[in-house]
């Protein structure tokens, strides 16, 4: 192994713009995707303001009803395929999987690098549409109406098969890395359990993707050709393109979940100072999450029509995969208890992570029940739900993340003042938002209506102004985070006192990880031995 020289890591080691864009090294990939990342949420987050501006007040405020369609569409496909599939596995996984597991880099770095240009070439069909007449549909592109349209379905479509493929690579990038790169002494139950999250996310991207990408493409060979598949005017079965689409997206909402749970169990573990709770538990509870997720997607076609068997069966499937969830969030508690807590802005967001997903996790256990999903269905409970979950859930996880791994990243701390303030914001804008849409739901409130009845207008006006106050703290958060890059203090190699394998590299790291291979002699959470010795 090449030995680098003092002073030196993998942002300075080489320069220029080519040696980014041609980098193999598996930290920079990791950092070229959270830029990416962070501009895909930018806009998705413009979109979630234009379109909580227009519900201030019924009627037209600032967009046609058309463009309100088209915006919530933008707005939801952004989000979830450009935002929340890759945030934690394409950035932060990128960079820290190799270092968890005491390797120099990920298995196939060039396979690595072609991820990173898929994803962003699936997202410049995603921008052509914007531009071109965006989509209309809805993310989820339901037929017979997605088949239909006339607005730019094919190029948003082919943007999401795209970044399927990169999410494929990335997939198979992370299992064989797991699999053959762990350094001498590593076995399987000394694995850090975000690597464990990040195995089981693995290992959905590579199965359940291709389902996506087979049946968007049945939807553009169906527009293109006139083929009849989807559409019941050609002969098609519009029900048939849910079943194939939520046998891909119900999983996808643990790729996106998975990670999240995986950077939680670092957090408490490092702001308790204690071994996790149970570690084979949430480790094989991971396992679980990933096998079962991929029996519960009918329980979104309670009203399709299907049979009462089916619902009954997917009712209880539904039940069973929040066992596992629940595991690792008991397990998470037992982990604090007695612990030697230490409340930094990371662990700030494990505490809204904790809050808003169980908030999410009893949502979700309500809409499973057949004789209340049927009268919530299509209302904005199930929109609060899915924000609890996906934003209050991953989102929250994803900023923790962010806020933990910052200083092993760039070497520099950002303000400790500021980002309790920004938290403060987050957490009151964020409920502001979602946890009046609950209400609206149990009301009646149709989701993705343009307009609406007087009577709701006081709690969408209260919604919107939500939004406003949560912008404000990501403002904060992005103001302070950039200035740490020009101003910040020197972290330090382990500002936390964390036990991972990623905290005894220095920060930021050098291009080799480690000087020397390490070998792993105790798991990454022995905090009794330390305290012992």
Known sequence: MSESLPGTNYINAVSGIKSWLTTLDHKRIGIMYLLFIAISFGLGGFFALALRLELLNPGQLIVSAKQYNQLFTLHGAVMVFLFIVPSIPASLGNFLLPIQLGAKDVAFPRLNLASLYLYVFGAAFCVYSMVSGAADTGWTFYTPYSSTTDTSVISMTLGAFILGFSSIFTGINFIVTVHKMRAPGMSWFKLPLFTWSLYATAIIQVLATPVLGITLLLLIVERLVGIGIFDPALGGDPVLFQHFFWFYSHPAVYIMILPAMG????????????????????????????????????????????????????????????????????????????????????????????????????TGIMLASLSLDVHLHDTYFVVAHFHYVMMGGTVMAFLGGIHYWWPKMFGKMYSEKAAIVAWFFIMAGFNMVFFTQFILGTKGMPRRYYSYLDQF???????????????????????????????????????WGSLGLEWTTQSPPITENFADTPHIIHGPYDYDKVKLS
């Open 457 to 495: 207008q006081p709690l969408h006006a209260f919604s919107t102004v939500g939004t406003w106050v949560l912008t404000v703290g990501f403002l904060i958060m992005a103001f302070y985070l950039v200035e740490s890059l020009l101003n910040g203090e020197p972290a330090g190699d382990n500002p």
């Open 263 to 362: 950077v939680m169990s670092e957090l408490v573990t490092t702001f308790s100072k204690k071994n996790i709770f149970g570690y084979k538990m949430v480790a094989f509870s991971s396992i679980a999450i990933a096998i079962i997720s991929f029996l519960v997607w009918g329980h979104h076609l309670y009203v399709s029509g299907q049979s009462d068997y089916a619902d009954m069966i997917f009712s209880f499937l539904t039940y069973l995969v929040a066992i596992p969830s629940a595991v690792k969030v008991f397990n998470w508690i037992a982990t604090l208890y007695n612990g030697e807590i230490e409340l930094k802005a990371p662990f700030l967001y494990f505490i809204a992570f904790l809050f808003l997903f169980t908030i999410g996790g009893f």
